[in-house]
């Protein structure tokens, strides 16, 4: 049903371990300081793609406010996969940047 819905949605990562363990590691490299921006925004981006397909297997049992909180959902995802394409690109570029000290303005 989801890929009816959403035919381009990305499917989780297979090479990922659990959504259990996913949310452990993102707790653990919450903890640091200097937790690298990529690893961070795929773990997000991971749990996020999970979130979404579970919310959307049940789609037929959600009322409005749950569908408009899958939209947000999707929104995210959209935003998080564009930044991250943003700094692949600088990374190629060879620019290291962390787009956590940029200003928000400048992503959009």
Not at 39 to 59: E, F, G, P, R, V
Not at 87 to 95: I, N, Y
């Amino acid at each position: 049903m989801a890929e009816q819905l959403f035919p381009g949605l990305e499917r989780p990562l297979p090479q990922l371990p659990s959504l259990h363990y996913t949310l452990f590691a993102y707790r653990e490299e919450l903890r640091r300081r200097d937790a690298p921006f990529m690893k961070m925004s795929t773990i997000k981006l991971h749990l996020t793609d999970n979130l979404i397909l579970q919310t959307i297997k049940n789609i037929r049992l959600l009322d409005t406010i749950e569908i408009m909180n899958l939209n947000r959902e999707i929104v995210f995802k959209r935003k998080l996969t564009k930044q991250m394409r943003k700094v692949r690109k600088l990374e190629k570029m060879g620019l290291n940047v962390d787009p956590r000290q940029l200003n928000d303005l400048q992503w959009d």
